[in-house]
Each structure stands twice: as C-alpha cells, then as structure tokens.
C-alpha cells in the first residue's frame, strides 16, 4: 500500500511522523491498536456528524445487512434518501447517488458541460472537489490562464479547459468571463472554503457569482461535499441564501459508508441518462448499507437539537483553545460555521488561498503533535477544516482545552 495509507492526506506527510492505526471508535473517541485514545476532530473528513458508530445508524446497518448488501436494482432506500436530502435542501429538484465526492463533482461538471454545449469550467486557488482529471490543475500563475496539470498522470488536454480564479475576489472571475465571452460552461466551488483551512466567502462573493452564472448562461455549482449539513442543515446554501444550479454532497450523506450526489435543477438533470444524453453510472451507486447509513444521519440532521447542540459546544470549545492561545501568547486565528471549524496559526485574518498560506506552517506541527501526545486527534494538516459531532460534550471539551494548554505552551518555547 502505498505509503501504508488508502488516502495520501493520512500519511502525515505535512506534519512529519507516522500516522496511529485505529482499532475502534465510539462517540468522539478513537482507540488505537495500541489502546492509546483520543478525541476526533476529523471525524473520518466530515461524515460523522452523529459521531462513530452512533446506534441508529449502526442497528440501521445491522438489519439492512441481514437483507442484503446490494441490489443494483431501484429499492426504497434511494427515495427516502433522496427525499431527505430534497427536504434539507430544497433546491435541488432532482439527485443522482453516486459513490464519492469525486464522481459527484466529476458528473456535475460533466452535466454543467452538457447541458451548455461549453467546454471551459473555472474553479478556485485552493478550493478540492475530488481528484478527476480536470481538477487536478495547478493554481493559475494567471487568473485568465489556461490550466497546467499539477499532477504527474494528467494530461494538459485534460486540464487545458480548466480556469482558475482567486477565492473572494470577483475580478478575477469577471476577468476569466472576459477573456472567454460565451466559453463558460460553468463555475464549482466550495461555498465555504474548507480544504484551504477553513475560509468562509466575503459578503457579497456568492451574490456576485450567481449573478455572472445568470449573466452569462453558465451553471453555478456549489460542492457541498463538505459544507452540506456541516456549516447549517440546509448547508452553506441555505446558511447564505444563495441557490446554485447544482449542488455536489458526500460524506454526511453516507454517514460514514461510500456515498456520493450530485443535483439541482430538474431542466438540467433531466440531462442525465437514462432520462437525457448525459453518460453516468455506477455499480454500487444507491446501495442498500449506504442508504440507510445516510437515512439514519440525515434524521439527526433535520433535529433542531443537533445545531443547539453543535452552537454550545463549538462555542465552549472555541473560547477554552483561544483562552489556552492567550495565555500561551500564541497568535491563532479562529472561525466557526455551526459545526465546521477552522484554526489558523495566523495573525492576520485568513481570507484566501494566499493568507492561507502565509500561516506558520512550523507553530501548526508542533501544536499537531503536542495534541496527539495529549490525546487528541486534528487534521494532520494546517489546510483542513475541524468537525464536531453530537458526541462531542463537556467531557471532550476540558480534555481538549487542557490538551491545547500544553500544546500552545509547547509551540511558544519552541
Ligand atoms: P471524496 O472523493 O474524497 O469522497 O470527495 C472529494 C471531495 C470533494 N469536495 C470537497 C469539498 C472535499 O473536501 C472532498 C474530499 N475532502 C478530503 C479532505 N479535505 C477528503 C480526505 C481525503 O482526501 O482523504
């Protein structure tokens, strides 16, 4: 296995070190193979907003299990499902289930070009959405220049459509659309930047987006794959009031088994096969186990108690690390969106890919490492977001302050 991981970010390559086998995980804690436990903040990249092996999804699982692990045949699962998600986010009219977060941004793109008869996308410095062909393109030296690969394997033909503009900052959208008046087929992005560190978009920015999508014919796609039922339980559409023309979901909709959706308007989706012209498919897509998985989560979701719940906790935990910051005069740079955070070892306000990546990237290792020496779990990366759960309670909160208290004492005698 390549670097002994199923997934690269796991490895620590950017924090140093080697990364724990888990053996277990219940609520907000994980135990390791060598029985050593802590809290997570990961919470396997965003899907368990119940927290690890929450009973109603597991009893869920456990009954669906016993019918049957997949069908690849139409069955009720997929309806409530997509039922659920249509009530959270009522903008989308019509969803497709895929597998992941990649197929879904990778089909939404597809459709958006489909559906316009246009090859061009643009995305944005920092922003991920998965790691299909076209997006794996370097962040534009030039707003308006046409993309470059930034991956060995990816051939320029397949990144040359690829524009990149700069997160929060509409001139270098307008000036893309400029360049290639009528080209546009469409724009994605994370609505709240959540692979840069967390970076939430500046007032105005979703506005003028869908104002140039409108202007221009282009598709407005938010990928939701993080934000959706994370930032709010209608997502950072709902959160923001900004309706795209397809919206892209993961993770939370699994609950923690392999789902992906791309959806939205239904004259767009009705592109897709078997109903239009548009090609996707999958295998496994709209399985019994992840359907119900999602089901079980999604009810949480839809529970008013949930975001009370995520709105005292986040507050209580954000308060105990910035009060270990002060004491420790370490200067961080914090911010919450209901159950989706983001800390920056930052003193300045971090707003785009650029202050992203200005942050003291040393002060970040170190406090990663002092953290999980006190039993604590955070993305081994400056350039990830932090996700509670309803597990994550008091208990979890003074052993997550006090863990920070030496981990901030630890970065400022370093
Ligand atoms: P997956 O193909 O990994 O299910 O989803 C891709 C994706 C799409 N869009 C957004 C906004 C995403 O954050 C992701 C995946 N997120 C990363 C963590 N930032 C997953 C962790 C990993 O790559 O192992």
């Known amino acids: 296995m390549p670097g002994g991981v199923s997934s690269p970010v796991r490895a620590f390559k950017s924090v140093g070190g080697n990364p724990f ?14 029985g050593n436990q802590y809290v997570d903040y990961i919470m396997s990249w965003g899907p368990l907003i119940l927290g690890h092996a929450h009973e109603r999804v597991v009893a869920a699982l456990q009954a669906a299990v016993a019918k049957g692990t997949s069908y690849g045949i139409p069955n009720p699962y997929e309806v409530e499902l997509a ?4 009530q959270l986010m009522p903008n989308i009219e019509m969803v497709r289930f895929v597998n992941s977060g990649t197929e879904a941004c990778m089909s939404a793109l597809r459709l958006a070009r489909a559906y316009t008869g246009r090859d061009k996308i643009i995305k944005f410095a ?15 030296s030039g707003v308006a220049t046409l993309g470059l690969p930034n991956s060995p394997g990816v051939p320029e033909s397949a990144v040359r459509n690829t524009l990149t503009a700069n997160f929060n900052d509409l001139d270098s959208v307008q000036a893309i659309f400029e360049q290639h008046k009528g080209e546009i087929a469409g724009i994605i992005l994370e609505p709240v930047a959540g692979n840069m560190g967390m970076v939430p978009p500046n007032k105005g920015f979703l506005e003028g987006l869908r ?32 309706q795209p023309d397809l919206t892209t979901l993961g993770k939370v909709i699994g609950g923690g088994l392999p789902v992906g959706a791309y959806g939205g308007k239904r004259e767009i989706m009705e592109m897709v096969a078997p109903v239009g012209p548009m090609y996707q498919a999958g295998t496994l897509s709209g399985n019994p186990l992840a359907m119900v ?24 935990l954000d308060e105990g690390v910035a009060d270990a910051a002060q004491a420790a005069g370490v200067p961080i740079f914090q911010q919450r969106l209901g159950s989706m955070s983001g800390l920056f070892f930052s003193e300045q306000p971090v707003t785009d890919y650029a202050t992203a990546k200005q942050c003291d990237l040393e002060a970040f290792n170190i ?47 370093a």
């Open 21 to 34: 086998f888990v053996k277990e995980a219940k609520g907000a804690w994980l135990t390791d193979v060598d």
């Open 83 to 86: 039922q659920l998600v249509q």
């Open 126 to 140: 920092g922003n991920y959405h998965g790691h299909a062909d076209m997006l794996l393109v370097a962040a534009g």
């Open 211 to 242: 104002e140039m999508c409108t202007q221009h014919g282009a598709v407005l796609i938010f990928d939701e794959v993080m934000t959706g039922f994370r930032v709010d339980p209608g997502g950072a559409q709902t959160l923001f009031g900004i």
């Open 293 to 316: 998985a999602g089901i079980e989560t999604l009810k949480g979701v839809a529970s008013p108690a949930t975001w009370d719940h995520m709105a005292t906790v986040g507050a209580a």
């Open 367 to 413: 406090f990663f490492h002092a953290m999980l020496e006190n039993g604590v779990y955070i993305a081994p990366s400056q350039f990830e977001a932090a996700f509670i759960s309803t597990a994550h309670g008091k208990k979890e909160i003074k052993h997550t302050v006090a863990a920070a208290e030496k981990a901030f004492a630890q970065v400022r005698s």
